[in-house]
Every structure is written in structure tokens, then in C-alpha cells.
């Protein structure tokens, strides 16, 4: 499942679309440059990782500590409240966890394992929200963690349903073994995503983290697009996925079938 992975791979990924030369592009290069694990980077750190000059850094990130996008910190500088503020803002999200809470109490319930939820950005999964007991395995995910489609639970049962051109690019790009059980071949991939379409479900096996399990199954909105996806991840010493394959596929459709009422009365009342 790679739900509990601690490398983020997503951190710093959009530099490549962003310019360089606009304030604004600069911006951005700074808060993509914090990872999920930072609790303070000094001025120094944050300048090898952007590539901008000292000078012009310092200038930017006094300017976002004044707004609050950025905190000074006895060891440097971390993100800010003001940026969990505006992402709490983020209606259409919000709105899915806000559905999504009471399933995922429902399958912690009935598991006792780790329950994830999240959605598909690009080539990676993000994690919008986790409920976990005192047994957590492994290394804890991190809410707004990203984690990569091909090798977690969550991510293939997004990424079976996702749209030609992306599955053909997870297939044709590098898939890195994360462990010595990663399915790492473009053919057997393929294999497993088209059994995900079969079973509703997806499984991985210590693929993303040694000693992890999971157990994944897609949300439908309702036009029958993937909107997102949830999973339970348990210790590969006590925890048999299979066991709850049943109780993953109908927590999805419930988070599914009140998306779809949620959409029906918006319809209506417009």
C-alpha cells in the first residue's frame, strides 16, 4: 500500500511547470520546496534546493512571513497556518472528506487498521485524510502526503479507471522498485489493473513499504467518473486483505451514493 510510505514524491515536482522569472513563479518555487517532514529549513537549505540567489530569497521569504504563507523558526523558516487555512478552503475536497469521514469510522471500525482516503493527481495519489488507531504500522502517512499510482493500493485503484493517456504513461515511464515485492513490468501492471476493473478492488503487498498490506477500491461520482479512492492497510503479520475486500468496495460505493445524492439536490436546487 504505500499509504504509509514516508518519501514524498510530489514535493517540489511542479518547478518544472512554474517560471522562474515572475515573482510569482519564484513564490511557488519556495513553498514546493517544503517537504511534509520539515519542521524548519534554513536559508541556506531552502537556497540549494530552489537555486535562488541568497538575496533574493531572503527578500521573498520575509515578504510570505508577513503574510503568514511562511514562519520563522529558531532553526529557519516553515509553511505557514495561513496555507492550511486556504486549503481548508478547498470546496470541492473538503466536501469529499466531509462525506468520506463517517465510512472510513465505519471500516475502522470493523478493521482496526489504518484507513485511508484520497485522490489522483497526475502520476501520484494524494492522502486527504487517514483515520488510524494505537497500532498504526509502519512509518504514519501524512495527510497531504503523496505517494506514486503503480505501487499502492489506493493509487491502482485510481489509476485503472483513469483516462487512456495516463494509464499509457505510468506504463511506459519508470516504474522504480520501492521494495523487493514491487511490481516493477509494464505487462504484469497491466495485468493487476485490468483484475481491479474485474473485482473492484486492488491489493498490494508489501510493494511500497516492507510489512505492509492493503486492500483499495475506487468512489464513482455520479456521471461514473473515479473521483477518489480509500483503503485499509494492516500489518502483512495479521492483517489478510481479502478478509475485507467486501467491506472496502461497499464503504466506497456508500462515500459514492451519497456524492451522487449531494450532486442530485445541488442540481435541483439550481
Request: proline share 5%.
Amino acid at each position: 500500500m504505500g499509504e504509509n510510505g514516508t518519501d514524498e514524491v510530489g514535493a517540489g515536482s511542479a518547478h518544472g511547470a512554474l517560471d522562474r522569472n515572475t515573482v510569482l513563479g519564484k513564490v511557488m518555487i519556495v513553498l514546493h520546496a517544503f517537504t511534509i517532514d520539515d519542521h524548519g529549513v534554513s536559508l541556506a537549505e531552502l537556497a540549494r534546493r530552489t537555486d535562488i540567489p541568497k538575496a533574493s530569497l531572503h527578500r521573498i521569504a520575509t515578504d510570505l512571513v508577513g503574510v503568514r504563507l511562511l514562519e520563522r523558526t529558531p532553526a529557519g523558516y516553515r509553511l505557514g497556518r495561513q496555507l492550511f487555512e486556504l486549503g481548508m478552503r478547498a470546496s470541492v475536497e473538503r466536501s469529499l472528506v466531509e462525506v468520506a469521514i463517517p465510512f472510513m469510522e465505519d471500516l475502522y471500525e470493523r478493521t482496526h487498521e489504518t484507513v485511508h482516503f484520497g485522490i489522483r493527481d497526475g502520476m501520484e495519489v494524494i492522502y486527504l485524510t487517514k483515520i488510524g488507531g494505537h497500532r498504526q504500522v509502519g512509518a504514519p502517512s501524512r495527510v497531504g502526503g503523496r505517494m506514486p499510482l503503480y505501487c499502492t493500493a489506493i493509487g491502482r485503484a485510481l489509476l485503472a479507471w483513469a483516462e487512456p493517456e495516463v494509464v499509457t504513461q505510468v506504463l511506459t515511464g519508470p516504474l522504480p522498485r520501492r521494495t523487493p515485492r514491487t511490481v516493477a513490468t509494464p505487462g504484469m501492471l497491466r495485468q493487476l489493473l485490468d483484475r481491479v476493473i474485474a473485482e473492484g478492488v486492488s491489493y498490494e503487498f508489501e510493494e511500497s513499504a516492507p510489512g505492509i498490506v492493503c486492500v483499495g477500491a475506487p468512489i464513482f461520482e455520479s456521471e461514473g467518473r473515479v473521483v477518489a479512492a480509500i483503503s485499509v492497510t494492516g500489518p502483512v503479520t495479521g492483517f489478510r486483505p481479502q478478509q475485507h475486500a467486501a467491506s472496502v468496495r461497499a464503504a466506497a460505493a456508500g462515500i459514492g451514493a451519497t456524492l451522487a445524492r449531494r450532486a442530485h439536490l445541488s442540481e435541483q436546487l439550481d
